[in-house]
């Protein structure tokens, strides 16, 4: 079956670093597009940040220039480094998984990022 592992959350002062690796499963890795959303608290799952298989990427305005998100397809791992981390970026965040948009995603567990001020 399909599995997205997330790892590499945690908690971290403003202004520091954090590299989220999710690992996939039971999926032809390298024709998907993957994507890392968040959820904060009380809030809608927003979408982060998109990589295609092309390696075209696509990032929410908010965190521009801060994160970069790319794939190693021979490890069937996407990841997600993100910098000058701000308390606002406080979230569980979640590794998605999609062949094409008339299909459902495949998503992870989620890992929690808590960003202090």
């Known amino acids: 079956q399909v599995q997205l592992v997330e790892s590499g959350g945690g908690l971290v002062q403003a202004g520091g670093s954090l590299r989220l690796s999710c690992a996939a499963s039971?999926?032809?890795?390298?024709?998907?597009?993957m994507g890392w959303y968040r959820q904060a608290p009380g809030k809608q799952r927003e979408l982060v940040a998109s990589?295609?298989?092309?390696?075209?990427?696509n990032y929410s305005d908010s965190v521009k220039g801060r994160f970069t998100i790319s794939r190693f397809n021979a490890k069937n791992t996407v990841y997600l480094q993100m910098n000058s981390l701000k308390p606002e970026d406080t979230a569980v965040y979640y590794c998605?998984?999609?062949?094409?948009?008339?299909?459902?995603?495949?998503w992870g567990q989620g890992t929690q990022v808590t960003v202090s001020s």
């Open positions: 998605n998984a999609l062949r094409n948009p008339f299909v459902r995603p495949f």
């Open positions: 039971g999926i032809i890795f390298n024709v998907y597009t």
């Open positions: 990589i295609r298989s092309d390696e075209d990427t």
